[in-house]
Structures are given as C-alpha cells and as structure tokens.
C-alpha cells in the first residue's frame, strides 16, 4: 500500500513539474502581447483560426492562444491569470480534471482551454450544475470571447427550438446538465434535419464536475409521454398508508418496517392483515393485485420515507417539485418515476397529474461519454478519481494553491439531540453577529433551513434564508454575505460557484476567531465532497476565516450509519444530559467514515444505472444513427425499403412453415397474410406456391411486392415527393415501436430485480430479454413500414405533412398524397374486414385495430 500511494505521489509530481514547464513557456508571450495594440491582438483569432485550417493542431497554437486569452483577460475583465491557472487550463486541454480548491478562479481558468477549442470551431459546451451560474458565466466571460471575435449562446429550458439552434451554433454554448441531455433525446424525436438543435458532440468543458458526473449520475434522463390514469387507486392507497401504525426503530406490532440504510419500506404481517381487510381482498400478493400492490408501495414510500421540504416541496401553485439533495434547488419539470409522483401528490392532497410513460431515457454517463472530448473542474474530485478514470477516462490532477489556505477548519461538535445541537447553533451564531463577523450557515434541506430562521427571529438575529423557495434572490443574497455581521442561512446551493466576497473590517478584526467568513454547518450531508464545498465558502486566497460543523445523534446521516458506534463513544466519554457535548477529531473521523459507506453505496447505485443503461446504449446509438441517416437522406430511399420487404416476406414465409415446409394450413394462412399486409386481393394463390420451396416462394412474393411498390412510387409524380413519404412512414413508424420498446424496457427493469431470488443474476437476465426485444421491435418496424408502403391509399391531389414529432398528418391540399397513415377523412378507402384485433389499425394512428377503429361504434 505504501508503495502504491508513493507512486501516486510522485506522479502527480511529475505531472505537475510538466504542467509548470508548459505554463512558464505561455508567460514567456507575455511581454510581446501586452505591447499589441487591442486591435491587433484581436486580429490574432482569424490569424489562429487560418492556422488550424492549415494543418497546425490545437497543442501546436496552445502556448500563444493560451497567452493571447490571458492578454484578453486583463484587458477586458480586468483579470490576469495567475501561474496555478495556466497549468490548471492545461489539464483542460488534455481532457482532464484539475483539482483546484475553492476560490482559486475556476472560472477564469476555463476561458483559456475554451477559447483555444473554440478556435476548431466545431463549438465548444461549458456545462454548469444550474441557470443562474449558466447566465452569471456566459455575461461575464462572454465580454472576454467576443472580444476576441468568438459568439457565445446560452442554452436555457426556457428557449423555442429555434433559439436553441441559435444557442448551439455558437462558437461557446453555456448550459447545464440537464438540458443538454434533454435537447439530445428531443432532437432524436423530430421530424426533419431543421428542427434538430445541437451539433455533433465535440468538447464539453463541466463546472463542478464531481457534482454532475458523480453525484447525479445515479438518475437517468427521461422523455415521458401521456399514458392512463388512475387517481383514484392512488387516494385509495394513501387512505390506506396514513391509517399504519409504526415507528423507524421497528417493534413488534408495528404495521410496517423501514430499513434506515436503504431507506426502503416494507409491510410487516399485521400489515398486510390490514391490507386485506381494507381493500376486501384475499390475499395481497395474488398475481392478480399485482398493480394494487404496486401502488400500496408507493403509497408507503410517499408518507413515511419521503419527507417535505427534504426530498420535495410544494409551491404556491398546488405543484409538487423535487428537491435536488446535492444544490438544494428545486428541479422545474422532473418528476420521480413509476408512480411515486403520484402517490406523493395523493399525500399532500394537491391534484394528481396523468401517470407517464417513457419515450426516450439517457444516463449522464453514456451522454456525456459520446463527446469526442470531455474535461472538468472541481475543487473535490480526488476522492472519485477510479471512478472518473474507468468511466470518463479522465484523470485528476491536484493543482496548487496560488496563496496558501489559513482557514481553520474545527473538530466537529457532537450533541446528543437535535434540540441541543440547534440551541448551540443559535448561541454561536449569535456570539459571531455580536462581534460582527458575516456568518454562513448551512443546512441539508429547506425543512432544516426555516427552523433555524425561525430559532435566528426568536433570537433577534437578522437575517436571509436562500433555498429552493426564494433561489431568485440568490445572486442579491450572497451579494451581501460577506458584509460585516451579514447573516445567511443557505441549503447546499450556497456551495456551489458561488463566491461570497468580504466587506470592509471583515478581514482584519481585533480578535483572530473572528476574522474572515464563519461557515456554520448544521449537519452533515451524505457526500463529503458537498461538506468541502461549504467549507471553502470561507478562506478564499488566503483570505482568514473558520469552519464548524454541528452534528447530533439524531440527524439522519448519524441514524442511518454511524449512531451506535458513535453512542459508543458518547458512553465511553461518560457524558450525559441535553449539554452533552464532544469535540473531537475522533468523531469527525467516524462520521467521515460512515459518509464513505453511504458514498460507496451511491457508487453501486451509479454503478448499477450505467449497467442497465449500457444494455440498450448500443440498441439507442443504432436506432438514432438509423434515423439521422433518414432525416438527412437526400436521395430515394428504395434500396433501404427493398431489404426492409425482403426481411419482412422471409420472415412471414418461415412463420407459416416451421419445419422448413407449408402444408395445407400453412399455405392457406401465409395467403391470407400475404393479401392483408402485401398485395392487392388474389394476386397470390395457392396454385403458384405450391410446387415452389420456401426460397422460390420469398422470390415469387419478393417480385410482387416490387411491382405494387413501383406502381405506388408512380403515383407521387416526383422524387421530391416520393422521398418526402418514404422518410415519414419510416420514421412514425420506428418512433411509435421504439417509444413502446424503451417502456416496455423500464418496465422489465422494474421487475427484472425479483429473479435473483430464483438465484438468477438480474442483469444477465435483463440483457438477454432487452436483445431478443430488440430483435423483435426490429422486425416490427420493417413490418409495419413493408405494410404501409403496399397498403397506402395515395392519390394526386392531397398532401402529407409531420407535426408534433413522430406522428404523420394529411390535411388536403393541392399536391402531393394521402397515406394510411393518418387522414380521418379517408376511413371509407381501407377495408377493415380482413384486419385482426391485435394488429396495427390502417389508419396509421398506431394503435391497435381493436383500440382504434375496431372499438364499438368506431366504424
């Protein structure tokens, strides 16, 4: 082990000596181009950009981009970057991480790897963990870039498609997570090559990189469509779940159990006796009260695992939002899948909205993965550098500080309840205000935040409060939040680049103790990396400040994992009463301890997300590739349609003969198919095919269907049109099937976790029936695009036209067609009568025959 970690260190060593060399020779330009007037330093990006164009790569212009942005930088942002900075830019380059500690201007850092990618041109992403950090860099640095001739865009959830397009064709695009994810997804949704917003992936540089590649990579991305509802089983079941008698800490008796560790919830016997009863059912966990059993455990989930104003909140609006643990902030337009949503909106008593299904989903990892280029920055990243190194191929890399840090982080103060770990809060917090000092004080959740505001009022002590409710205000609170006895009360998104600036008289008080920014934590979060981020608030380039956590026995993180052993300890100090307290390194390196276990289990939860979504990443890489290719097709797309028919007639010949040859009833059938999907009435009959083998019976259908094909492609006139119909059958209907696989996907997903109690790996399992759906969905779509194309009615004088995605619409008009695919006008040109109940409806509405026009009364 010892040699391990010696070799570790003495490569960063090396790593950072390189780096050292390489930033002297960029400080070498530094006399010649501060002679330049603006003008021509301006003139130095064409200049480069020609070069680029010449053959000369991005590590060949870098010393004198990179001198060139810095010139820029002190001349426009009145900034200089410092030595640490250069060498930190660097390893941005080399699509890395450097590690560089709050406060060392990260910032200004990325503008110099920025600028020189951006001079490619094939558009450079700045990715950030929120809006307000996307707005607050993309105005301030954008001075920089566009004085250097480069366009810079904001990406936001706000803006139309077009303003998107807009955004993406920058040369710079500032934009978070999210939404960059999102606008993938939605641009493998439309219709035609213009509605597409983003280029192809070339260089994404990600602020807070532990925050967005790490900590919420366990969630993946979802598209969801409208699917049924059912608001009445879920008030049902929430009846049912308020009713339980119970505790955390469980007892015999109790209605249900709760695993603190998992935070998962459970029925116990007398729990599901009730159930039973209440319900009037037999037995719960009949097959048939599968889906009730599905909602009674969301319901149970909703009320006594997930908390209000932790794990959500609900707005003036009547509308429950997610909380996100790791910024604080509440999450505009996600919701929480398969149903939970819902059984939360039951709870709380605000309207249910309809339940959804997936339409497209992405893991960050398998996003941001697609980059030809990926870097990052952080201040807390080393702790996660196997994961970042196996998954992202990055390494990271510690930067030094540029002034060393004097902040004193204290021992954390441990309380036997929350009630005496709150009043000694209030008491430092007030001793500090007294004395003037600004004081930050953070909380895990909104909940926690307004009781400490409440405690701060009784206590005649002003302040702010900066959470998911009021997040509007917060460039105008930690604007003041290093003013001179500024108090503020902030959840996690305080610790996120944010930089809170000391006012005078703050720096150079009488007494050390109260120098500088004091950060107050008020409980631990389960990440150590958000600890470290809230410590380095304070202590910013060598500026004097102090940190103190508050812990007590009772906060969650200390309930799940670290309460016995802690408990222990308390006993062995022989400490009793509300006033207890411990200050100790020992303890706050037993909660360091249990905040590794939880981050271990996160690790498997990520882990575990990246392996199921790896199954399918190959199937969503072929069916997006499939569709961009028929999006941007320029040319007749039949020799694509001819291998689509021939699929489709081999596979429906060796359908009807399993053994290798049709008897009787085969033939029979293989004509009746044949005639409904293919060909015109009669133009196949059993005198033809019988003397044939099952190769000269594909051949002989193969050649029909060519000529009804042609005779279809006649009546579109021109290739302009023709083309136009090929491209939107195609893609209604691989949108409709591949919408239906990937729900049907995160449904098996759901379920796949029970046969490891038949001693079944799951995601074996999960594998093998992805592929074989897979295979089937494949021969869906060459189906239905094969029936389509013989069976549509098309006629001269109508028009087709795709709106809303992947559904195809006719409205009349004076050229062009009509498909089966959509015009309600045109129900009397199909014969429904030879169409079965369970196939798709010729209408082209995509459902089947006996949910569409095969209802009651439809026709």
Not at 88 to 98: A, E, Q, R, S, T
Not at 343 to 356: C, F, G, L, R, Y
Request: aromatic fraction near 8%.
């Amino acid at each position: 082990m010892a040699n391990i970690i010696q070799n570790l260190i003495e490569n960063d060593k090396k790593q950072l000596k390189k780096l050292h060399k390489m930033a002297e020779k960029v400080e070498a330009y530094e006399v010649d181009f501060a002679a330049l007037p603006d003008e021509v330093l301006q003139a130095k990006t064409a200049e480069f950009k020609t070069r680029y164009q010449n053959g000369e790569t991005l590590d060949d212009l870098l010393y004198e981009v990179f001198a060139v942005a810095r010139e820029g930088a002190k001349r426009v942002l009145g900034l200089f970057p410092y030595h640490v900075q250069i060498m930190g830019g660097i390893v941005l380059h080399n699509g890395d991480v450097p590690e560089m500690r709050t406060g060392e201007g990260k910032t200004l850092t990325a503008t110099m790897p920025v600028y020189l990618n951006a001079i490619a041109g094939e558009g450079v992403h700045v990715v950030t963990v929120n809006e307000y950090l996307s707005a607050r860099d993309a105005t301030e640095m954008g001075e920089l870039y566009n004085w250097l001739g480069l366009t810079v865009g904001i990406n936001s959830a706000t803006k139309s498609a077009a303003e998107k397009r807009e955004a993406y064709a920058c040369d710079i695009t500032y934009s978070t997570n999210s939404e960059l994810g999102f606008d993938y997804l939605r641009d493998n949704m439309v219709t035609t090559f213009e509605e597409m917003s983003q280029r192809p992936l070339s260089f994404a540089l990600v602020d807070e990189v532990d925050s967005i590649l790490i900590d919420e990579a366990r969630t993946p991305l979802i598209i969801s469509g409208q699917a049924e509802s059912s608001s009445a089983l879920y008030y049902r079941a929430d009846q049912f779940a308020k009713q339980l008698n119970g505790r955390e800490d469980y007892e015999e008796g109790d209605d249900y159990k709760i695993d603190l560790q998992s935070k998962t919830i459970g029925l116990t016997e007398e729990g599901i006796d009730k159930a039973e009863k209440f319900f009037a059912i037999d037995n719960l966990y009949d097959l048939e009260n599968a889906a009730l059993t599905h909602y009674v455990d969301n319901a149970l989930r909703a009320n006594y695992i997930m908390l209000h104003d932790f794990d959500y909140m609900v707005d003036e609006n009547k509308e429950v939002l997610i909380v996100d643990q790791f910024t604080g902030r509440a999450m505009e337009g996600r919701r929480f899948s398969d149903g939970l949503h819902q059984a939360i909106e039951a709870k709380e008593a605000v309207p249910i909205q309809d339940e959804s299904k997936t339409m497209a989903s992405i893991t960050y990892q398998n996003y941001f993965r697609m980059y030809k280029k990926l870097a990052g920055m952080s201040g807390t990243a080393k702790t996660e550098a196997e994961e970042f190194r196996e998954i992202y191929n990055m390494q990271i890399i510690p930067i030094p500080t540029n002034v060393p840090v004097i902040r004193e982080d204290h021992p954390d103060l441990l309380y036997p309840t929350i009630e005496s770990k709150f009043t000694a809060v209030v008491a430092d917090v007030k001793d500090r205000h007294d004395k003037g000092q600004p004081i930050l004080i953070g909380t895990v959740g909104v909940e926690t935040s307004e009781v400490i505001s409440k405690r701060l009022v009784q206590a005649g002590i002003p302040h702010e409060v900066l959470n998911a409710k009021n997040h509007f205000r917060e460039a105008q609170i930690i604007m003041n939040a290093g003013q001179k006895g500024a108090v503020t009360i902030a959840t996690n998104m305080a610790g996120r680049g944010t930089d809170i600036k000391l006012g005078a008289g703050v720096v150079d008080h009488p007494e050390a103790e109260y120098r500088g920014l004091a950060v107050i934590g008020t409980e631990r979060h389960e990440s150590r990396r958000i600890d470290n981020q809230l410590r380095g608030r304070s202590g910013r380039q060598g500026d004097p400040g102090i940190s103190q956590f508050y812990l007590s026995l009772e906060d969650d993180l200390m309930r799940r994992f670290g309460s016995e052993r802690v408990a222990a300890i308390l006993d062995r100090f022989k400490l009793e009463g509300e006033d207890a307290v411990i200050k100790s390194r020992m303890i706050t390196n037993q909660i360091e301890a249990s905040q590794k276990r939880v981050e271990g289990n996160n690790y498997d939860s990520r882990k575990q997300v990246l392996q199921y979504d790896d199954v399918i990443r190959e199937q969503r890489e072929v069916i997006y590739k499939q569709r961009y290719e028929v999006i941007t097709a320029d040319k007749d797309m039949t020799p694509q349609l001819l291998g689509m028919f021939k699929r489709t007639i081999d596979r429906l010949v060796d359908g009807q003969a399993p053994l290798g040859k049709l008897d009787e009833t085969g033939t029979q059938d293989l004509i009746v198919q044949v005639e409904s999907n293919l060909l015109p009435d009669g133009a196949i009959t059993t005198a033809e095919i019988d003397k044939l083998n099952l190769d000269e019976i594909k051949v002989l259908i193969f050649e029909k269907v060519k000529l009804v094909y042609a005779e279809q492609m006649e009546k579109l006139s021109d290739s302009e049109r023709q083309l136009s119909f090929q491209q939107a059958v195609i893609l209604r209907t691989v949108d409709t099937n591949w919408s239906d696989h990937i729900d049907q996907l995160d449904q098996m997903r759901q379920s796949v976790g029970l046969r490891g109690y038949a001693q079944n790996n799951p995601l074996v399992e999960y594998q093998q029936e992805a592929f074989a759906m897979f295979n089937n969905m494949i021969g869906a779509i060459e189906f239905e695009v094969t029936r389509l194309m013989m069976k549509a009615q098309i006629h001269p004088q109508t028009t087709i036209q795709q709106e809303n995605g992947p559904k195809i619409v006719t409205t009349a008009s004076q050229e062009n067609l009509t498909t089966v695919a959509a015009a309600k006008t045109a129900d009397t040109e199909f014969d429904f009568s030879k169409v079965g109940r369970n196939e798709i409806c010729p209408c082209g509405s995509g459902k089947k025959f006996k949910n569409c026009h095969g209802r009651a009364g439809a026709l």
